[in-house]
């Protein structure tokens, strides 16, 4: 399994944790800069705004 990402800037964290199920939990960060949102969701469709855009592309 592989998990793509855009590795040209951005916060990119994430974990794997077993559940008591023996489920595999995977969460993965959005790969999105987090600055110039003002604390808004970092949603940015404009052109060259790709890296403030957390909406999967």
Known sequence: MTTPTDCHCC???GALEFGPD???FI???DNTKPFES???A???E???RKIWD???K
């Open 11 to 13: 916060y990119s964290g």
């Open 22 to 24: 023996g489920n595999l």
């Open 27 to 29: 969460a993965v960060g």
């Open 38 to 40: 003002s604390g808004f």
């Open 42 to 44: 970092p949603i940015d």
């Open 46 to 48: 404009r052109k060259g």
């Open 54 to 56: 957390s909406r999967p």
